[in-house]
């Protein structure tokens, strides 16, 4: 089979280095490697197979001789050069949120609207992370019972913010222990022993951005402007592993049992769910599995189709470089 020529942009960060190794775990046909970042990280070097790579500094000539280019640096690059890479002719595969909501952007997560990448014009955009674990174990009910409302909370890791959270949880968490006043600069209050109900900035709405994205991007995914959604995102004192509380209503009846069995046979789903010995998806549980973790499924009280779950996945994996190499495989 043919190699391609690969540019990772954005390589120094948390998502752009897990992009790293993750295409040297699944083997990705790589030809050469090409590692993009800001001036400040040039020169840094990032082992890619066990050879050592040095990270260039992302310009406007940076995409010459690049067939794909997997994006993880912010919104406002991505802005900047996703369009130059696209005219030199590089499918790019962006984890912003830049262009997730152009109608000419097909937002892909692999095992859940696999065929939508066809749609593409050299962009193709990965979903917020929350989103990605969301959907993916959304769609086999969407697909069997149909869904006319979602309900959701998260419980959002502090490495979806960036190293420098993690960081920020550590020193915050060692000065408390410590009897120090912690300090902050990430989030508007402390971090360590604390859940924060605020992640990205407030909409005149009342939602957060975040928030927005779940509502969004959920019905883009899914096709489906019809769907109720709502959403509320925390932020809590977790390096690694995104957990969410998802209450649906289903538009046909179906069984906890016939939809244990559905999760049991479908394709990155984990189900782990066995209360009598406190078996369920831990946001710890991440750090080892790459599939979309489902437990506590039970019916609603009070509602003959409602539904009730708890879903985990690993942010830098599944809900950014994962599914983003997921797309390449698929592009290829």
Known sequence: MSKFNVAVVGATGAVGREMVKILGERNFLVKDLVLLASVKSTGETIFFKKKKLEVQELNNNSFKNIDIALF???????????????????????NSSAFRMDSDVPLVVPEVNPGDIKKHNGIIANPNCSTIQMVAALKPILDEAGISRIIVSTYQSVSGTGKDAIDELKEQSFQILNNKKPTREIYPHQIAFNILPHIDVFENNGYTKEEMKLIHETKKIFDNNKIKITATAARVPVFYGHSESVYIETEEHISIKKLKNIYLKTKGIKLVDDIDNNKYPLAIMSEIYDDVMIGRLRKDLTEPNGINMWIVANNLRKGAALNAVQIAELLI
């Open 72 to 94: 993880s640096a912010g919104s406002l690059v991505s802005k900047k050069f996703v369009p130059i890479a696209v005219k030199n002719g590089t499918i790019v595969i962006d």
